[in-house]
């Protein structure tokens, strides 16, 4: 069975890129367009290997997602990259303090989104 | 796996396009409510997906630019500088230079580099002047270099306690050393297990593990580091380079033969300036005219031009369609299930499923053209900046008041009114409203109004334009058309048939041409513009109190409302928005003029007739007048009378276009498929007029 990754980003076109790249390298992809649609779809049953999301979103943003998804027992241990633009370090801290796996830092191109997500991605 | 992306870059450039409305509008209401930081929070939301979404699309001088916007933006929403009305101001030019490199990546024309590195100057400038002469923000990581990568094999000692919450943030290190047995040997592999403690105290979610590691590998120690990225904050790492062996870098020809003498650098720059763009070489070779590749240069460029029209569809309006569909099938397979063993005595219950298809279908012709339709918002962003700069170089104080933005229409209309409808708020702003002095001297507030306002009414949405100005000025009007020769001097009108004469062709009032209208580009043009749409155009004035212009428009283009009319065999449809009256002359009534071939006298007026027959050669059931039936149809303030069998009557027609199956016909503008499965021919009332005129010319 192919490995599921949720994508939450509140840009069309990036959803597209990322959904598109990884389809194209066999994983599943649910996709959702901001953290409240993550959470909503995460406490509707999905069960993603991988969870990317963007940090500035409406509605929830990302830090807040990713601590929202660590206090949920069924996604604990899911690896979780943040998509960022920050190249400071302190974006990337805050991430990690909530509970961030990695991070893929803006702009990149897909083979190296696709070999951090190799890193991360449970075997 | 190479992905190309450029196959997502429509979607970028809608999204920008919607970004930079946000930002445009934000900036706006920013000079009034400075201290606004929920606003700021989303302007600087607006530019900075901008900012990440460009560097995704290889688009450095989007990300750039944007980037330095996003710089001040940060500072004002962190109190670090205020928002003044310059910075305001630079930020706004600045939005107009991203517009003219959105445009550029786009395709279309080319963005000024000098203005765009001057605008990144006086942005730097705000951030920099206000914030006192501290170093720039970190470099952007385009300008980060890399130093050339050399193979090197060498030995790698890694030593790694990692954080104890290493699981609770979903990392694993088994992971960590898959990775690391791909760049190469790993080698003396020890795991220290001291730290774990007895079982009671034991927390399962700590990593109590540590790890000692030898690598012999050939990536750099960089890439090797790179692999504990995620892990590094919290873990205690040790990564010790050993033994390294030194490898050839790779050289290029020229370095080569610099180092073996053959040739000095010098002539190796030489010979690099010697390197010339193809076309230059096919040019002097005589392959080609220098006109032939300018113009498969252009010809390349605009390659990228053609661009995909797509919209954006909510995600609920396709599940409604989907869920339409769905019944559109079970209707289907209940009719198929009750043809298959039908009896009479069923006549009912086919009926019944006959009416719900019938339903269905409505339902999803309606669904299917609420796609196409748009909250006419879109239309109406560029107004608070155009109005505002108005303002600004008029010296008048005006203030715009928009309504209905959220009213719907056709995609296709929104684009094709935006330019009528800037014709009509730049008229308000610059001939209807009065400067300060004039209007406190009137008793009015110093401050202007323009109001914008759309609403449904019936099949049609109107667009209400209104000021609270002087009002149209009717004597001046009267003196201004007699003096074009528009009208006969001595002739007694009505006022509101003086203020339609704005609309005629070499009409206009502007006594001094100001930078913001009166160009020549008159109201005419805009009637002529909405009615090309099936809309109209209508003016209401009140002097000293202001003037209202309505457009009138049908909600697509697509469907028009149509009477059917017979001509022997033959249905033709009418657009109903031309048709005034339908009469039945006397004979008294009739007349042929020299010239002008046949008329009608209607009430006065001699209306010229035209036989649809003759037009289309077919054979009538009456060709006298005054056995058939006249109607008249009124386009362009002309009208004309066309004689038909029968009206049978009133109903919604679909367009189908002649042109992509067949070719284009005068006097007619399409096709459409009546419910008894004939084909009727929908009129062109402008063309049939013309089509008349041009005959009679003609004959005479």
């Known amino acids: 069975m192919g490995k599921t990754v949720l994508v939450v980003d509140d840009s069309v076109s990036m959803r597209q890129m990322v959904s598109f790249t990884l389809t194209g390298a066999g994983y599943e992809v649910v996709e959702a367009g901001d953290g409240k649609e993550a959470v909503d779809k995460l406490n509707g049953g999905a069960k993603p290997n991988l969870v990317i999301t963007d940090l500035n979103m409406p509605n929830m943003d990302g830090i807040s997602l990713i601590k929202a998804i660590r206090g949920m027992a069924p996604h604990k241990f899911t690896p979780i990259l943040m998509l960022t633009t920050e190249s400071s370090d302190a974006k990337k801290k805050e991430g990690q303090g909530a509970g961030a796996t990695g991070w893929v830092v803006k702009p990149f191109n897909p083979e190296q989104m696709l070999a951090t997500i190799k890193k991360v991605m449970p075997g | ?700």
């Open chain 2, 1 to 700: 796996m190479a992905v190309d992306l450029s196959q997502f870059q429509e979607s970028f450039f809608t999204e920008s396009a919607e970004h930079v409305e946000t930002m445009e509008t934000g900036f706006l209401e920013l000079e009034e409510r400075p201290e606004d930081l929920d606003l700021l929070n989303r302007i600087f939301r607006a530019a900075h997906s901008i900012k990440g979404n460009a560097g995704m699309f290889n688009f450095a001088e989007i990300a750039g630019l944007t980037h330095k916007m996003e710089n001040v933006l940060d500072l004002m929403r962190n109190e670090e500088i205020p928002v003044t009305p310059h910075s305001v101001d630079v930020l706004l030019r600045s939005l107009d230079g991203l517009k003219s490199l959105l445009d550029a990546a786009q395709g279309a024309g080319e963005a000024d580099q000098e203005i765009i590195q001057g605008l990144e100057k006086e942005l730097q400038a705000c951030q920099d002047g206000e914030r006192g002469s501290e170093v720039s923000a970190a470099p952007s990581s385009a300008e980060e270099t890399v130093a050339p990568q050399t193979a090197i094999w060498r030995l790698i000692k890694i030593d790694w306690i990692p954080l104890p919450e290493l699981f609770q943030r979903g990392l694993d290190p088994a992971q960590l050393f898959k990775e690391l047995h791909e760049l190469g040997m790993i080698k003396d592999l020890q795991v220290q297990v001291d730290k774990i403690p007895s079982l009671e105290a034991m927390d399962p979610e700590v990593c109590y593990l540590s790890w000692k590691l030898e690598l012999e590998t050939d990536v750099s120690v960089d890439k090797v580091e790179a692999v504990f990225d995620f892990v590094r904050d919290g873990s205690e790492l040790t990564i010790t380079d050993c033994a390294p062996k030194q490898a050839e870098p790779y050289k290029r020809v020229g370095d080569i033969l610099v180092e073996e003498g053959v040739v000095t650098p010098g002539e190796i720059s030489d010979g690099l300036a010697k390197q010339k763009p193809l076309g230059e070489i096919l040019v002097e070779e005589k392959k080609a005219t220098p006109e032939q590749v300018d113009k498969a240069l252009q010809k390349q460029k605009q390659q990228k031009k053609g661009e995909v029209a797509s919209i954006r569809v909510d995600t609920e309006k396709i599940d409604k369609l989907i869920n339409l569909v769905g019944e559109l099938v079970i209707t289907q397979s209940m009719l198929t299930d009750l043809g298959e063993k039908f009896t009479i005595d069923q006549l009912p219950v086919l009926q019944e499923r006959i009416v719900q298809l019938e339903r269905n279908t409505r339902e999803l012709q309606e669904r299917v053209m609420s796609i196409r339709m748009m909250p006419i918002g879109s239309a109406f962003h560029r107004f608070p900046r155009l109005v505002r700069d108005l303002s600004g170089k008029s010296g008048k104080q005006i203030q715009l008041v928009m309504s209905g933005e959220e009213t719907e229409l056709d995609k296709t209309l929104i684009e094709a009114i935006g330019d009528p409808l800037t014709h009509l708020v730049r008229n308000s702003a610059d001939h209807g409203l009065e400067g300060p002095e004039e209007r406190v001297a009137a008793g009015k507030p110093e401050r202007g109004t323009v109001r914008l306002h759309a609403f449904h009414d019936g099949g049609n949405i109107c667009i209400a334009v209104e000021d609270d100005g002087r009002g149209l000025n009717r004597d001046r009007i009267l003196a201004k058309a007699i003096e074009r020769g528009l009208i006969a001097d001595g002739k007694t009108m009505s006022d509101d048939e003086i203020y339609q004469l704005i609309f005629r062709a070499g009409f206009s009032t502007a006594e001094t041409i100001t930078d913001v209208s009166g160009r020549g580009v008159g109201m005419d043009v805009v009637k002529r513009n909405i009615e090309g749409l099936g809309g109209s155009v209508s003016v209401q004035s009140t002097p000293g109190k202001g003037s209202k212009l309505t457009l009138k428009l049908p909600l697509t283009l697509a469907i028009i409302d149509g009477m059917t009319v017979r001509v022997g065999e033959d249905n033709y449809i009418i657009p109903l928005l031309t048709v005034t009256e339908s009469i039945r002359p006397k004979s008294s009534d009739l007349q042929r003029i020299v010239g002008k071939g046949e008329v009608v006298n209607l009430r006065g007026e001699w209306v010229p007739l035209v036989r649809l027959y003759e037009v289309f050669n077919v054979t009538p059931e009456y060709t006298d007048p005054m056995q058939a039936l006249l109607v008249i149809v009124e386009v362009e303030n002309r009208r004309l009378a066309v004689l038909v069998d029968e009206l049978t009557g009133q109903q919604q027609v679909v367009i189908k276009t002649l042109e992509q199956n067949y070719r284009k016909v005068e006097g007619v503008s399409g096709a459409t498929i009546l419910g008894d499965g004939q084909v009727a021919l929908i009129l062109d009332v402008p063309g049939l007029a013309k089509l008349a005129r041009a005959e009679h010319t003609v004959a005479a």
